[in-house]
């Protein structure tokens, strides 16, 4: 008799389902306003993966008698829309797919027992991995790898002797698992005020508007706060470009798709200020991280507000409601 499948193991392959399926709209666009080769062939590369994972946690789903996700469909992009992100951001937005997914599949991986399952989300983290790599090496050769800075160390190992170490009022110099965290958030959220600006630009809905023009502020907001504690340490910030998005203002994605795809955005955002602030040694940046935590996510719950308005939001699959079911017994 085949196991059954975990709480754990269910979850991960109806949410890898429901991402994937989003991914592959959004990479079918791509490859239709792409103008660079070997852009090109990472979003391919993005692409195939994108299907792969599709296709098996489908079959995975379904074997095992599992509610697909309603998901996404061709419907939901307009391949003919004009050129709305560049190559560049195109390339960006790869790499920021396969960081996520590197992460993303190694809890899936670690927490599922099923050597069925095991073995989908090892293959899964392998190729995820070639496409993050790949990717990189893309950017690299470009020039347009955006590169964490180079500092300079203290050459001696050194405990903490004093809670001066820790002081918001005293600050001493970051360490470099503080740079690490700072740089990275400042990159993601480049990259969300980046999609939430094309985004603002081509949607007619005038409440999604607003709501992609509030995300803009607070990743912009973000940017800064972020940019002043470098350029206090005398270090450079990764850089953006509005550029990096054109003129256009007819949409190539549903409304459905924008919010979904900011929805998964922010909780990942969400999710790295909370390991950022548990990686602070700096009582200030801890503080900084709660509350940005807090501000990023009330404006994702603004979104979930919009897409149960709408009548788009899924349910993953949930336990059953034995309460109903014993109600239901009693009349």
């Not at 391919?44 to 095992?64: D, F, K, P, R």
């Not at 502020?217 to 509005?242: C, D, V």
């Not at 922010?266 to 909370?274: A, D, E, F, I, L």
């Amino acid at each position: 008799m085949p196991q059954r499948l975990t709480a754990n193991e269910i979850g991960n392959l109806w949410t890898q389902n429901f991402q994937a399926g989003m991914s592959i709209q959004i990479l079918l666009y791509f490859l239709e306003t792409v103008e660079d080769e070997e852009v090109k062939a990472r979003i391919q590369q993005a692409y195939n993966v994108s299907i792969m994972i599709h296709e098996q946690t489908y079959l995975l789903l379904e074997a095992n008698d599992i509610p697909l996700p309603i998901g996404f469909s061709e419907r939901e992009v307009d391949l003919k829309a004009p050129k709305l992100f560049s190559d560049p951001l195109m390339l960006n937005f790869i790499e920021n797919m396969g960081k996520a997914g590197v992460l993303a599949h190694s809890l899936s991986l670690a927490s599922c027992s099923s050597q069925e399952i095991r073995s989908l989300f090892t293959a899964v983290l392998r190729d995820t991995t070639e496409l993050f790599n790949a990717t990189v090496e893309t950017s690299l050769s470009k020039g347009l790898f955006i590169s964490p800075p180079q500092i300079e160390i203290d050459k001696e190992t050194e405990l903490v002797r004093s809670k001066r170490y820790l002081s918001p009022v005293q600050k001493r110099t970051l360490n470099t698992i503080e740079i690490t965290h700072l740089f990275e958030n400042v990159k993601n959220n480049v990259l969300g005020e980046l999609l939430c600006t094309g985004f603002a630009q081509t949607t007619q809905s005038k409440k999604i508007q607003q709501f992609m023009l509030k995300g803009r502020n607070i990743f912009n907001k973000h940017i800064r706060l972020f940019t002043k504690i470098f350029n206090e340490a005398n270090l450079h910030p990764p850089m953006g470009s509005e550029s990096f998005v054109t003129q256009s203002n007819i949409a190539p994605f549903s409304d459905k798709l924008i919010l979904a795809l900011i929805s998964v955005l922010t909780s990942t955002g969400h999710g790295n200020y909370s390991t950022a602030s548990s990686a602070s040694l700096r009582y200030d940046l801890v503080l900084l991280y709660q509350k940005l935590s807090i501000e990023i996510g009330l404006f994702a719950k603004d979104g979930v507000d919009l897409m149960i308005k709408n009548n788009w939001l899924e349910e993953p699959p949930q336990l059953i409601n034995r309460r109903k079911i014993f109600n239901l017994r009693q009349e």
